[in-house]
T-cell receptor, first 113, second 114 residues
Framework: NAGVTQTPKFRILKIGQSMTLQCAQD?????MYWYRQDPGMGLKLIYY???????DKGEVPNGYNVSRSTTEDFPLRLELAAPSQTSVYFC????????????FGSGTRLTVV | AQKVTQAQTEISVVEKEDVTLDCVYE???????LFWYKQPPSGELVFLIR??????QNEISGRYSWNFQKSTSSFNFTITASQVVDSAVYFC???????????FGKGTRLHILP
């Protein structure tokens, strides 16, 4: 049982490049989330999904896109990387209703130069 | 509006001292969940506790204890006899029952000095 798996763990992008951060969970969780963590700022929600085919914006969605074609996978797409997107990105999943809180992935550290 | 405030940005204590991390939350919902997560230097986020808004009983787990007071909208976390391994960033978080998202505070960085 792997839990939530994020790839890659580290990445350096040049301004204007694109990339996809991968997130997969094997716990059959309906709900999946993407957060970004900036130093001293806690975690801010980018996008979330309550099930396959359903996604919604969080607090800071600009510059990102998501899709949820399966229950297991929830990739986050950066189309035109900007220095402001330098951050640590966490994917999380949960059952509905918050009875158990989130299970987090180990994070992706992204630097845009 | 939903909000979580962790007023202590950084705390340093000497090993074996007790330390309390403060958390104050705002919500109009009558039903909600409160959480604490730990982020050690390795960077992962570790779930510590979830508390339902209807359950104001304090909880103790080993050296960790949590004090939930609805009257002051606080959910404080105390580490007794702190150890160097407790050094981490600790996040308090809130999730309204009607919503399935968690709102995080900015975290408190705890340094336990040997």
């Amino acid at each position: 049982n792997a839990g939530v798996t994020q790839t890659p763990k580290f990445r350096i992008l040049k301004i204007g490049q694109s990339m996809t951060l991968q997130c997969a969970q094997d716990m059959n969780h309906n709900y999946m989330y993407w957060y970004r963590q900036d130093p001293g700022m806690g975690l801010k929600l980018i996008y979330y999904s309550v099930g396959a085919g359903i996604t919604d914006k969080g607090e800071v969605p600009n510059g990102y896109n998501v899709s949820r074609s399966t229950t297991e996978d929830f990739p986050l797409r950066l189309e035109l990387a900007a220095p402001s997107q330098t951050s640590v990105y966490f994917c999380a999943s949960s059952y509905s209703g918050m009875d158990y809180g989130y299970t987090f992935g180990s994070g992706t550290r992204l630097t845009v130069v | 509006a939903q909000k979580v405030t962790q007023a202590q940005t950084e705390i340093s204590v000497v090993e074996k001292e007790d330390v309390t991390l403060d958390c104050v939350y705002e919500t109009r919902d009558t039903t909600y969940y409160l959480f604490w997560y730990k982020q050690p230097p390795s960077g992962e986020l570790v779930f510590l506790i979830r508390r339902n808004s209807f359950d104001e009983q304090n909880e103790i787990s080993g050296r960790y204890s949590w004090n939930f007071q609805k009257s002051t909208s606080s959910f404080n976390f105390t580490i007794t006899a702190s150890q160097v391994v407790d050094s981490a960033v600790y996040f308090c978080a809130l999730s309204p029952r009607r919503d399935d998202k968690i709102i995080f505070g900015k975290g408190t960085r705890l340094h336990i000095l040997p």
